[in-house]
């Protein structure tokens, strides 16, 4: 098989498809095939160093030849200037002949100048085409009349922030805008370049940028309120493109100045001059336009400076110095007073958008600064009534710090320390919110904050909900959980909030759900301990036993120690002993946990449990059984409705019910001891 080299690649009439094919058949096993395709690999990566190292060479020549033509691009534009002036005037002298005689100017010169302004039009018009041709997406080029290209290369963008490289960009600087386009990759034609923007060169200022670390020969393109940074090649480089900024500026003023010129002479007024002695006119008096201060004139760029130096409270001053220096009775017929106002007015609405960008939680708001860092763009756009705006967007912001600060506090531990941790961070984050709103807006907004507070409550009680409440916690945990909110909550009451309402209205399902799963365990227990129950007592063991059972039961409200025999034994069984705990914890947390409004829920199940209780005694005749059940009703019913009704104030009507059907004698209200008065003089 012959060798593979570059010639067979380089005929015209290649085909790749033949080629592998011819290459398979020819080849003797995959080792062979094998060896082909790495020659062909070696090949290719010979051609692209090569192709790099060519690149690497010409490089610098390419663009000192690109420099070149857009100088001499900008010399033919001055030169086709100055030969247009020249025709024109003579032009004027060739039809102002004072004899009347007609000029001997040569008719053929003035046929020369216009043939090289034709051309002179020609190439212009082609190298806009070209251009077009070249960026996909562009403007047209055409649309200004005596648009010239001045210079174009290509740069590397930098990131103003992070000093890092962020795209490849191809730019174009004519005498009126500066066009940035970015590279196109895998594309074939004409078509290499994707339109990305335009400025006008009224609106940017080109700034030399000083050498730092791995940023060199860069330079900044201040275009308000931006700011862009482009890396040359070389130092030759950037100062051609300085030059050539500093060109267009300088061509750009020179054509503002001649337009106001020309305005300015139309608008005087021409004088009549009467020659005839028989006419007479006084001259009238022509008014005297009051000359307007340096500060005022220069107003715009002053406010343009200001803003990119992002001091905006100093650009609002300004704005309002200025509008009320222009509406006074010195400057109100001046006639440069309406474009200045509109000038104002176009900056007014650069600055509302650029503080409508600061108060954007989507644009970059880091909440490292607080809500404090919001309150300059908030006062400004106050002062221009956009009050709504910047009161919906301050709420915006005021949502992503409280989410910010509440997902930083980390799930260790028990849930009780980790909810009541949850509960500070997120109330603080409520107050410092309340306190920053009202130093902010007026009172007539306070409605949006209430809104907003509880919405944002609902949103963190929907998210401890499905921690607090399941199956593992258990009731004492809820309730410590649910009062450190409370607390929480009532503390933030002072500053003249008070959100129990809604934190109330959200735990209600949930509270109401776990009541009613722990009295279903609880029967079910009930029902496996009393039938497995052997009616014995129970054996503590020891004294030390003995104490902590007493004061265990203590705490519940029984005293138990006329029960103990023989120093180590308790008189009552164990299922007595495990529904006297249940039935009265049941009471005792529900009545800390439930509101009012979710009372004959709490009834309901303290009435299920002790009648479901009473109903499996009924049945036992054994003489320990029923002593157990005589203690139940003599000593654990007394005692619960004892204390729902100091706890509450009223009886619970069903357990009374249940009672008075037991036949249990219910203790009647002590009488007050406090002594009446004898006589009505005090009352």
């Known amino acids: 098989m012959s060798d593979i080299n570059m010639e067979k690649f380089a005929v015209p009439e290649f085909n790749p498809e033949r080629f592998v094919k011819e290459l398979a058949k020819s080849c003797v096993g995959g080792e062979e095939l094998h060896q082909q395709k790495e020659k062909i690999q070696t090949l290719a990566e010979e051609t692209a160093s090569a192709l790099k190292k060519n690149v690497y060479e010409n490089y610098m020549q390419f663009i000192e030849t690109a420099t070149e033509i857009s100088h001499l691009e900008a010399e033919m534009y001055k030169l086709s200037h100055l030969l247009s002036e020249q025709r024109t005037v003579l032009t004027t002298l060739s039809h102002a002949s004072i004899l009347g005689n007609e000029n001997t100017i040569s008719r053929e010169s003035l046929d020369n100048h216009d043939v090289e302004a034709e051309k002179a039009e020609e190439q212009r018009r082609n190298k806009l085409i070209i251009i077009s041709e070249k960026v996909e997406g562009c403007m047209n080029l055409l649309d200004v009349p005596d648009r010239v290209l001045l210079h174009e290369g290509d740069l590397l963008e930098i990131d103003a922030d992070e000093n890092t490289a962020l795209q490849r960009m191809h730019v174009y600087l004519f005498n009126d805008c500066l066009m940035l386009t970015s590279w196109i990759s895998n594309r074939r034609g004409a078509t290499r370049y994707q339109f990305q923007c335009s400025y006008p060169i009224s609106s940017l200022a080109a700034v030399n940028v000083h050498d730092l670390g791995n940023v060199k020969q860069a330079f900044k393109v201040l275009v308000f309120p931006d700011t862009r940074v482009f890396q040359c090649n070389s130092l030759t480089i950037k100062k051609d493109w300085l030059d050539k900024f500093e060109l267009a500026k300088k061509m750009h003023i020179e054509k503002e100045n001649s337009k106001q010129k020309k305005k300015e002479s139309l608008d005087k007024p021409k004088s009549e001059s009467l020659d005839s002695p028989s ?59 309406a474009d200045i106002l509109k000038r104002i007015e176009q900056k007014q609405k650069v600055l509302i958008e650029i503080l409508l960008k600061e108060l954007d939680v989507t ?53 009780n320390s980790y909810v009541k941790q949850v509960g500070e961070v997120f109330f603080c984050s409520l107050s410092d919110a309340l306190t920053e709103f009202i130093t902010l807006f007026p009172k007539n907004k306070i409605s949006a904050f209430i809104v907003w507070a509880s919405m944002q409550l609902r949103i963190l009680m929907s998210q401890l909900i499905k921690q607090i409440f399941t199956p593992q916690c258990a009731l004492e945990s809820v309730l410590e959980c649910v009062s450190s909110l409370r607390e929480q909550c009532l503390l933030f009451c002072e500053f003249g909030l008070d959100l129990r309402f809604q934190m109330d209205s959200c735990l209600r399902s949930p509270i109401i759900k776990a009541l009613k799963e722990y009295k279903e365990k609880v029967l079910d227990c009930m029902k496996t301990k009393v039938s497995d129950d052997k009616w014995t007592p129970i054996n503590m063991h020891t004294k030390a036993g003995v104490n902590k059972f007493l004061l265990q039961m203590e705490n519940l409200g029984l005293i138990l120690a006329k029960y103990i025999i023989n120093e180590t034994w308790v008189d009552l069984s164990s299922s007595t002993v495990w529904f006297a705990q249940s039935v009265i914890t049941v009471q005792k947390i529900g009545l800390k946990l439930v509101t009012k409004d979710m009372m004959d829920v709490l009834d309901e199940s303290i009435h299920a449990i002790f009648k479901s209780r009473l109903m499996l005694s009924i049945g036992n005749d054994s003489s320990y059984a029923q002593k157990n059940f005589k203690f139940i009703l003599d000593t654990v019913m ?46």
């Not at 200001?306 to 650009?315: A, D, G, S």
């Not at 019910?657 to 002594?675: D, E, H, M, R, Y």
Request: hydrophobic share 35%; with cysteine.
């Open 363 to 415: 644009h970059n708001w880091s909440p490292r600064g607080g809500l404090r860092s919001s309150r300059h763009p908030v006062i400004i756009l106050n002062k221009f009534n956009m009050t709504s705006q910047a009161c919906e967007l301050f709420l915006a912001i005021c949502s992503h710090t409280v989410k910010v600060h509440v997902k930083g506090v980390q799930l260790e531990g028990s849930i």
């Open 638 to 683: 007394p005692l619960m409705l004892r204390c729902y009704k100091e706890e509450v104030g009223y009886d619970n009507e069903k357990l009374v019910t249940l009672a008075k059907k037991f036949g249990v004698n219910i203790a009647p209200p002590k009488k007050s001891n406090i002594t009446k008065y004898t006589s009505n003089e005090y009352l």
């Open 279 to 337: 006419l007479s006119v006084e001259k009238l008096p022509s008014p005297q336009i009051p000359v307007l201060p340096e500060w005022l004139a220069d107003v715009t760029e002053e406010l343009d400076v200001l803003i990119v130096e992002r001091h905006f409270q100093k650009t609002y001053d300004l704005m309002v110095s200025a509008q009320k220096s222009l509406n006074t009775e010195e400057f109100k017929n001046h006639p440069q007073r």
